[in-house]
């Protein structure tokens, strides 16, 4: 018989998947294609549709500009359809130019001067780069950063003593004294519970028992990772490995590089009771110091200190930088992870298709809106630099053709165009069913 129950929940996490990452997706596209719309209509090129989603139009009107905005059945992209355009990946109206006056033929992509087209192919990355910038700005303008003290700002709960209270001021630890978060946690990484903290509060030094600094403190769960298929949640502690005591976070981390593939039972506390789950470890390719990609065996879990210290606010200009900087590391990290996987040194399972990101998104969406925002952040600059590669039908691809025309002073003939266009849409196509292959594939 079927389980009616399980069946109803796959469905309802299934919906609750697709509903995010439409979410996601269209934040991400109308982003990028407003991009190509709104440096266009600067460099004098008249965008005739804008659409979120293709196929059957559901909301539409034209603005003052003579512009079509509509959002479409299938919120799976969108585009911006330029005057002369046939199609959305803007190939040229063989039937409509030749008929269009000079005047009219500068309003098109076809008509436009050199630098005018490039702007405005380049325009979506950019904006997509602009969009995670701004993203990644507002998350560390919301957290803060750390203003120098050890006063405990927040703490989560976790097993066995715990004499800290929030407001407390750490002065020492099993009576060494700290100055600062980097010496804090260098001492608070050989340790056993309970741990002897001096503290300042209510202007008295204080003696207290409490956890030690990092324990196995689960603070976020990795999407589409064996914590997260196990169940395993952000505020959990792993108490137990196959029967082993696990005193800090570092030392799951040992156990679990060492585990070579075997499945694991984890005993964890959540909110005062135990519960067992048992999970796998798989080989992730993560960016080493050096700048290459190495295979680890990770659950997928994130830890912490279970006491967050005070901080400060983040000034704009340190938060933009960072978030600048954040940005550029996805890019050149994207750039060498696929470098790897097209020698060989990393696995192809470690790309991402529509499938596994949809799944991502769902999943992120279920651990809160800053996890799912920081997706977003990430997801744009993906989608930025994949729309610079130099395949036709991208906006790379319309790039190289500029750079092309400007080498030899005339562009590419409709019939070379259309060629190009169909090799280009075949590439894009097959690099997706692979990648889709490639997430069912994989464990």
């Not at 440096?39 to 196929?55: K, Q």
């Not at 340790?191 to 001096?198: D, G, I, Q």
């Not at 990795?222 to 169940?231: D, E, K, L």
């Not at 506390?269 to 519960?275: N, Q, Y």
Request: net charge negative; proline share 5%; glycine share 10%.
């Amino acid at each position: 018989m079927f389980d009616m129950a399980a069946l109803s929940a796959s469905f309802g996490g299934f919906i609750w998947m697709i509903f995010f990452f439409i979410i996601a997706l269209s934040v991400i596209v109308a982003v990028h294609e407003y991009g190509h719309y709104i440096v266009g209509r600067w460099c004098g090129i008249h965008a005739e549709v804008f659409s979120v989603g293709f196929g059957t139009v559901l909301l539409t009107r034209v603005d003052r500009h003579g512009t079509r905005w509509q959002f479409a059945a299938l919120p799976f992209g969108g585009f911006v359809r330029f005057k002369g355009d046939a199609s959305a990946a803007s190939a040229p109206n063989a039937a409509l130019l030749p008929k269009l006056s000079a005047e009219e033929r500068r309003k098109t992509m076809h008509g436009a001067p050199i630098w005018a087209r490039a702007a405005t192919s380049a325009a979506g990355p950019v904006f997509n780069f602009i969009l995670s910038i701004v993203l990644y700005c507002g998350l560390f303008m919301w957290h803060g950063q750390y203003d120098g003290s050890l006063k405990i700002a927040q703490l989560t709960p976790v097993p066995g003593e715990m004499g800290l209270q929030i407001g407390d001021e750490i002065l020492a630890v099993e009576g060494q004294e700290v100055r600062s978060y980097e010496e804090f946690a260098t001492i608070g990484q050989a340790l056993v519970a309970p741990v002897r903290y001096t503290v300042m509060r209510d202007g008295r030094r204080s003696f207290v028992l409490g956890p030690v600094p990092f324990p196995a403190l689960v603070v976020q769960v990795q999407p589409r990772s064996a914590a997260i298929q196990a169940g395993l949640q952000a505020g959990d502690v792993i108490l137990r490995i196959d029967g082993l005591a696990i005193n800090g976070f570092s030392e799951l981390q040992q156990i679990v590089a060492e585990a070579d593939g075997d499945e694991m039972g984890f005993s964890v506390w959540r909110a005062g009771t135990e519960l067992d789950v048992r999970l796998t470890a798989k080989s992730v390719a993560i960016p080493s110091a050096n700048g290459d990609f190495v295979n680890r065996r990770l659950v997928g879990i994130s830890g912490g200190s279970c006491f967050g210290p005070s901080t400060d606010p983040v000034p704009f200009s340190v938060a933009v930088l960072a978030a600048a900087e954040r940005t550029w590391s996805i890019i050149t990290l994207s750039i060498a992870g696929l470098k790897q996987m097209v020698f060989g040194s990393i696995s192809a399972c470690n790309i991402s298709g529509p499938v596994a990101i949809a799944e991502t998104a769902g999943q992120m969406a279920s651990q809160g809106a800053i996890p799912f925002v920081a997706l977003i952040a990430g997801l744009s600059t993906a989608v930025g630099l994949m729309n610079l590669f130099p395949i036709p039908v991208l906006d790379g691809g319309h790039l190289l053709f500029c750079v092309y025309e400007a080498i030899t002073g005339h562009k590419p003939s409709d019939s070379a165009l259309q060629i190009l266009m169909t090799i280009g849409l075949f590439l894009v196509l097959s690099l997706t069913t692979f990648a889709v292959v490639m997430n069912f594939m994989c464990p």
